[in-house]
């Protein structure tokens, strides 16, 4: 079922403006999104009609009520079943360090106090415990402080500012010199006291895009009203069907699913693994401590490099359990995330660090996540030019599988993970580094704020340390290893135009997408290579969540793979790593998720108690940067970004109403630079094109990505990207658009040139000169007898000076005769334009969008918008 962007009326309207008016929002409730639809069989339409209101003083008296929507049978809405819950009792929460009681008058004396009181330490075997129990042991002191100075926070910022508000009131009456310093006393209290309230709820309820504009007001407070709420697990459906309420009965449903899976023990693999790092180059990067006397946290650390031991209670980990949809019912519908202590943070990322600048060396290019170098959007751009022909019926057979591991990080098998680095010729000390971190960790699962049960893993990658995502690429490119294998022994057929390459699939981190050429042979093979691959490393499809989409086969062929098969069958355009994988030009279809997730992240109910300086931070950090994300790999139509500038300048002129008939300001004029007497914003239109220019810049300046590779093989073989023709029918729509983007991109790129072997002679910008093409046409060609395709090594090697008539072509015959002495051994290499005249090598993301953006006079002094605090509200009145 699928929503609908309709027409809002203006009684619509107005019932929104009274529930803002009246400080109404949604009860937490549980269900699907919609609840209703019209239950056509063409024309299908669901919508969220039914919800239950309430205010600040329900909150208050039922804080933990809820609702569920369930099926309602006969009718067209769904039945809402409406839970009120009596108060929990408040759990007994686990230690957390709240930032701001560091800025406490006395927790610095604190804890020097503590620390000189104690034994120093030094490194050896213990070093680490014993700073552990140093910290232990700071625990209670620190929670006596807290409760002394934070305790009833709210209450004690309430009194401040009665007494500020008393004191101002008797200055005013009798404005003395005694009365002005109380004034000013009661002001610094009641400044000190919200300082630490609002960085408190900041913190708690993860408000950190709200910098300036408004501190400590509504905002934050309904947050705290119902953030842990909404958030809170009210009830689970069991596998047998009954649904548990009990905080007790949620707590042993987690820990029987966690008790189901079973432990494999890796005793080999098919594949070879080989790494191009030997074992000593890799001990060299991995191994440079320095085992000197210093400050004990860092003594500490090195400890466990130099004796590899690593206390238990270091590696304990809180697991805090995070819904993975908005309707999630049972326990397989949240997904755990480890929240590991900060020592432990601190070896893990070394570590990590360490490991992941030997990645890019050994790990294949199918795989683009937590790659040095590699972007998702390049995985999004190649999948949209192997299918970009799937809705026609007259090309050739072909398939793409979207596979989905089954609980990815945590299935991995340990032994196997080990197995790996060791084929891979990692040093065995690194080996036992990582083994220690993943192989001690202890749990205890935070459920409704509170801590259940403490219990060793068998297996799994914990999503929150620093090692995993690293460790778990690895694992996958075993995968990458046995399917490559399978195609290259003729096991499963290559998607068209994918041979040249070896591509089989795309992979980032666990989402993998298979290109085949839809034959039954090679659909079987895959699923071989995949049960394989789930034996030796735990890592199993989840078969209801795989899709397979054909092309170039009639409908008896498809029905019979359905029926062989046990995956779903879908269509295109389809959801991929987050954007729309099309087969087409982006259609209004298409780009209408875009619009909807900001319509409601913008009517989301905290957003009513923003100021208009508020607003500008939401729409600045928060819309913009999901915005952005589209913008990383598509062209948005022209249509989409003027609909998103409409929907941000209504929302920063009249909340979440969205009534564009209050704007002050052209939406142009707000999105200038504030020195330019704008609000600071950038132009979306602007921003695309920056993120496009980045795509040119990776194409031409031969970076190492498939993506890359994939379009040079394919797309201008043999040829200058500058020489591609604007009218080419070659390649995905967004592939064209990038090509008719060249004529901007042109004064940005240059080539400092090496050996000559990659730079154009007539395409490329080489030279004082520019582009020889633009200054001579292909008369040049024929003039100078330099072949059109011609790179500056072909034209300059074994060249004979000329003598034209006319004197340009001398000063190019005089460029190539001092350019010929000035080649090297050194491959050529790509600059990018970062100022007027200056080129350099990298693509600068702010430089671009310096250069590109319209130039206005400015009307004030930055000194005159900006303040230290960022933008001040009144700079909207």
């Known amino acids: 079922m699928h929503g609908v962007r309709s027409t809002v009326s203006q009684g619509m309207y107005d019932f929104q403006d009274a529930t803002h008016h009246c400080s109404l929002l949604d009860l937490a409730a549980h269900g699907p999104r919609f609840t ?20 600040d003083h329900w909150l208050g008296s039922y804080p933990q009520s809820y609702s569920v929507f369930e099926a309602g049978g006969c009718s067209d809405h769904l039945r809402c079943r409406f839970q009120l819950s009596s108060a929990l009792t408040r759990p007994k929460r686990p230690f957390k360090f709240v930032n701001a009681v560091a800025e406490l008058e006395g927790f610095k004396p604190l804890m020097e106090d503590h620390w000189q009181s104690t034994e120093p330490i030094f490194l050896s075997t213990s070093s680490l415990f014993r700073f552990s129990k140093k910290l232990k042991a700071l625990k209670p002191k620190i929670r006596i402080l807290a409760k002394e100075k934070m305790g009833n926070l709210s209450l004690k910022a309430k009194e401040a500012y009665e007494n500020l508000c008393t004191c101002q009131e008797e200055t005013i009456r009798n404005p003395t010199q005694g009365n002005l310093d109380r004034e000013n006393s009661a002001y610094a209290q009641w400044d000190h006291v919200a300082r630490l309230e609002e960085g408190f709820l900041k913190q708690k309820f993860k408000l950190h895009w709200l910098k300036v504009g408004d501190k400590n007001n509504k905002v934050f407070h309904r947050a705290a009203t119902t953030r842990d709420i909404h958030n809170s697990i009210k009830e689970i459906r069991c596998r047998d069907g009954r649904i548990v309420k009990q905080p007790e009965e949620i707590k042993e449903e987690f820990f029987q699913r966690i008790s189901s899976a079973r432990t494999i023990r890796f005793r080999g693999c098919r594949c070879e693994q080989t790494s191009r790092l030997t074992a000593i180059q890799m001990f060299k990067v991995c191994s440079t401590q320095s085992y000197k006397r210093g400050p004990e946290f860092i003594i500490s650390i090195q400890s466990f490099f130099a004796t590899c031991f690593l206390p238990k209670g270091l590696n304990t980990t809180i697991l805090t359990l995070i819904p993975k949809t908005t309707t999630a019912r049972e326990m397989k519908d949240y997904r755990p995330i480890s929240c590991c ?27 683009s996540a937590f790659v040095q170098g590699r972007l998702l959007i390049e995985n999004l751009l190649l999948a949209t030019e192997l299918v970009k022909d799937y809705h026609k019926d007259t090309i050739s057979s072909r398939c793409a599988l979207k596979i989905d591991i089954s609980k990815a990080f945590d299935s991995v098998q340990w032994s196997f993970l080990l197995k790996t680095l060791e084929a891979m010729d990692f040093p065995p000390m690194f080996i036992h580094w990582i083994s220690r971190c993943i192989t001690t960790a202890s749990f205890s699962v935070q459920v409704n704020g509170e801590l259940a049960g403490y219990f060793q893993s068998t297996r799994g990658l914990r999503q929150g340390c620093a090692l995993s995502p690293y460790l778990f690429v690895i694992c996958m490119n075993v995968l990458t290893k046995l399917l490559d294998k399978s195609a290259n022994e003729n096991n499963m057929g290559y998607h068209p135009r994918c041979k040249n390459l070896g591509l089989t699939h795309l992979s980032f981190a666990d989402d993998i997408m298979v290109f085949t050429d839809g034959r039954v042979r090679s659909i079987e093979s895959i699923l071989d290579v995949f049960d394989y691959f789930g034996k030796i490393s735990g890592l199993k499809i989840s078969m209801e969540k795989t899709t397979i989409y054909y092309a170039g086969m009639s409908v008896t062929e498809t029905a019979q793979l359905e029926q062989r098969f046990a995956f779903a069958s879908g269509k295109l355009p389809v959801r991929y790593l987050g954007l729309p994988l099309l087969t087409r030009r982006m259609g209004k279809d298409d780009y209408g998720i875009l619009i909807d997730k900001i319509r409601n992240r913008i009517t989301h109910w905290t957003n009513r108690f923003l100021s208009q300086a508020g607003r500008l931070q939401l729409i600045g950090s928060v819309l913009l940067s999901i915005v952005n994300f589209w913008m990383a790999g598509f062209i948005l139509p022209g249509a989409c970004i003027k609909e998103i500038n409409s929907i941000c300048a209504a929302f920063l002129w009249s909340g979440p109403t969205l009534n564009t008939r209050k704007a002050k300001v052209a939406w142009e004029i707000v999105c200038r630079r504030k020195c330019d007497g704008g609000l600071g914003l950038r132009s979306l239109k602007e921003v695309n094109q920056v993120c496009c220019l980045k795509l040119i810049w990776r194409t031409v300046s031969s970076q190492g990505s498939l993506w890359t590779k994939w379009t040079k093989t394919n797309l201008f073989k043999n040829v200058s990207f500058w020489s591609i023709k604007n009218t080419t029918t070659k390649g995905s729509w967004m592939w064209r658009k990038l090509v008719k983007l060249r004529d901007k991109a042109k004064d940005f790129h240059r080539m400092k040139v090496g050996d000559g072997n990659n730079t154009s002679f007539w395409f490329d910008s080489w030279s004082s000169m520019g582009r020889l093409l ?10 100078m007898g330099i072949p059109l395709n011609s790179t500056v090594a072909e034209a300059l090697r074994n060249r004979r000076k000329r003598r034209h008539r006319v004197d340009i072509f001398n000063e190019v015959e005089k460029l190539c005769e001092d350019q010929g002495l000035q080649l090297t051994g050194d491959a050529d290499s790509a600059l990018w334009k970062q100022s007027e005249g200056q080129y350099k090598a990298g693509f600068k993301t702010k430089q671009t969008w310096d250069l590109i953006r319209k130039e206005y006079q400015q009307l004030l002094s930055r000194g005159l918008v900006e303040t230290g605090t960022g933008v001040a509200s009144g700079l909207f009145y």
């Open 774 to 783: 633009d200054l001579f046409g292909t008369h040049g060609c024929i003039e």
């Open 341 to 367: 202590n900060v020592i432990y943070k601190v070896i893990s990322k070394i570590i990590a660090n360490r490991l992941k600048i030997t990645l890019p060396d050994f790990i294949e290019l199918n795989q």
């Open 36 to 55: 209703w639809t019209n239950k056509r069989e063409e024309g299908l339409i669901s919508k969220k009609l039914d919800r239950v209101l309430i205010n």
